[in-house]
């Protein structure tokens, strides 16, 4: 059972940069695809980006491209999520998503392990 803790949210004004981590509790460059939800409240549940951690290959969804980057560090078992340009509409419960086993990244019914979520509220 793979345990993935997120952290790194909290409060910023619109315009302001945020980086999330997602610690894995073991090696994740076999993890296949991990990826970045978020759930705003009364809302789905939306993929944000993924990473192909075998080849380090990254995927966004397009309301977050040119604003957010995902990475990997294979040494300390971690994803980040660096948000940039940050709009209170980004404001939601993020959550990390590993070993996808569905056909596309962002289904969020797709992953064996989730985290907790970490919350990002931006204020305008």
């Known amino acids: 059972q793979v345990q993935l803790v997120e952290s790194g949210g909290g409060s910023v004004q619109a315009g302001g940069s945020l980086t999330l981590s997602c610690a894995a509790s073991?090696?994740?460059?076999?993890?296949?695809?991990m990826a970045w939800f978020r759930q705003a409240p009364g809302q789905e549940r939306e993929g944000v980006a993924s990473?192909?951690?075998?080849?380090?290959?990254?995927d966004y969804a397009n309301s977050v491209k040119g604003r957010i980057t995902i990475s990997q560090d294979n040494r300390k078992n971690t994803v980040y999520l660096h948000m940039n340009s940050l709009k209170p509409e980004d404001t939601a419960m993020y959550y990390c998503?590993?070993?996808?086993?569905?056909?596309?990244?962002?289904?969020?019914?797709?992953?064996?392990?989730w985290g907790h979520g970490t919350q990002v509220t931006v204020s305008s």
């Open positions: 998503a590993a070993d996808l086993f569905r056909d596309h990244w962002n289904d969020k019914r797709g992953y064996f392990y």
């Open positions: 073991e090696d994740i460059y076999g993890k296949n695809f």
């Open positions: 990473i192909y951690t075998r080849l380090g290959i990254a």
